[in-house]
């Protein structure tokens, strides 16, 4: 039987012959090629592609997603694998966002943490008003987002006990610190109040050096090394996010463990 | 008329390019000195160059066996630390099993301490290339005295070379 789709009128054989170069040209991969290209325009839906600051919006939403879900499944009450004292690595490793002959040392005696934000009680900070304070020691991982890691020992304040003992807002979002070398940083409070979070005074049992955050530094277990301002001269709990140095060049915020 | 506004936009054109110039060879000046490796800039000497990188103290025998490495992005490994001596003037000398393959084929070579620095687990060579490196005398203990492993060193800094 003639197929119902068969035309009337067979169109003359030469037209094959005319039309070979373009004939030629069709490609079923091109047709993938093709849809490709249309699928990756789909997945950017709603952004003008010309814009790069839409795209980097999309991501920095998709950023932001990552982060609330890692705050969804961070448990407060995990700890982070700890270390016997024979494997502090002496001295740690030096990082920052500039070359170590640029660092500008603290003089300990006239350096003071000031408090802002949701705190009931204010008053700055000596660092014999934090030595003074229990003392934790922890033996933890240091992990780099760059891939390295080192395994360190640290002792000082847990951030619990200070932010207790300041009256701070415990059920405030952030935890921000501010440094000497303009490394603005900030936590979530639920890392800030987990038992290895400490206002680090020490590295191996001895004062922690210059180039390490003398005299105060933020040493926690569950957060990456850019998460760990050094020289901390200032700390607001508060409800507006801070972001911090590497978060505001794209950095996630959370950047948990 | 015209022409004359023009000549002046076009040495204007001049100027900013010479400035950009000027700029950006301060940014590579400044590179070339500081990330990670240095050399020291010219008329310093390996000890003020170091004492600007914050020496720290560590012990001898945690060095040994330690990778040495090239101040530059691949973090190219130079070798492996082999011992620690007093020169005969009294300065350290890191001696570095240098080059080769695999570890076969290397020889070992003095460095001054002040020409190194510590990366966490690592230690570069910030002070000589591989070129000024390949000249250096293989190492011959005769003459220097050993420094015992529980002796403590001072030695300098830098942030990681990658």
């Known amino acids: 039987m003639k197929s119902l789709f068969r035309p009337n009128e067979i169109a003359d054989a030469s037209i094959l012959d005319d039309h070979r170069p373009l004939l030629r040209s069709l490609e079923r991969r091109g047709l993938f090629r093709g849809g490709l290209s249309l699928g990756a325009l789909a997945m950017l839906t709603g952004c003008d592609v010309k814009r790069p600051a839409s795209i980097e919006a999309a991501l920095l939403g998709i950023s932001r997603f990552n982060d609330d879900v890692q705050a969804l499944l961070f448990d407060p009450n995990k700890l982070a694998p700890t270390y016997p004292a024979s494997m502090i690595l002496r001295p740690p490793k030096f990082n920052a966002y500039y070359d170590v002959v640029d660092v500008k040392p603290v003089n300990g005696a006239t350096w003071r943490l000031e408090l802002s934000g949701r705190i009931a009680d204010k008053q700055p900070w000596t660092l014999q008003d934090l030595q003074a304070m229990p003392q934790t020691s922890i033996v933890i991982k240091h992990i780099c987002v760059e891939g390295w890691s080192y395994i360190g020992g640290w002792t000082g304040v847990r951030l619990r006990t200070f932010l207790e003992r300041v009256g701070a807002d415990l059920r405030a979002k952030y935890v921000a610190f501010k440094t000497t070398d303009n490394y603005p940083s900030s936590i979530d409070m639920a890392s800030a109040l987990h038992p290895q979070t400490l206002l680090a005074l020490q590295y191996g049992g001895e004062t922690l050096a210059d180039p390490f955050g003398y005299p105060v530094r933020l040493r926690t277990a569950v957060k990456l090394g850019y998460k760990n301002p050094k020289w901390v001269t200032a700390i607001e709990v508060t409800n507006t996010y801070p972001g911090g140095y590497w978060e505001s060049r794209g950095f996630p915020w959370f950047a948990g463990l | ?162």
């Open chain 2, 1 to 162: 008329m015209v022409c004359r506004v023009m000549n002046v936009v076009a040495s204007m054109r001049t100027l900013l390019a010479a400035g950009v110039l000027v700029a950006t060879a301060g940014v590579a000046d400044a590179q070339s000195r500081t990330p990670g490796g240095m050399p020291p800039p010219t008329g310093m000497s390996l000890a003020e160059s170091a004492a600007m990188r914050f020496p720290q103290p560590v012990r001898v025998g945690d060095l040994l066996g330690r990778e040495v490495l090239r101040p530059v992005e691949s973090q190219d490994v130079l070798g492996r630390v082999r011992s620690v001596v007093r020169g005969k003037n009294g300065d350290i000398l890191i001696v570095v099993d240098y080059g080769g393959f695999f570890g076969f084929g290397s020889r070992p070579i003095a460095v001054p301490v002040n020409a190194m620095v510590l990366l966490g687990q690592d230690m570069e060579i910030v002070a000589f290339t591989p070129e000024q490196l390949g000249k250096f005398a293989t190492f011959s203990p005769s003459g220097t005295t050993p420094v015992a492993d529980n002796a403590i060193i001072k030695v300098g800094l830098a942030k990681p070379s990658h």
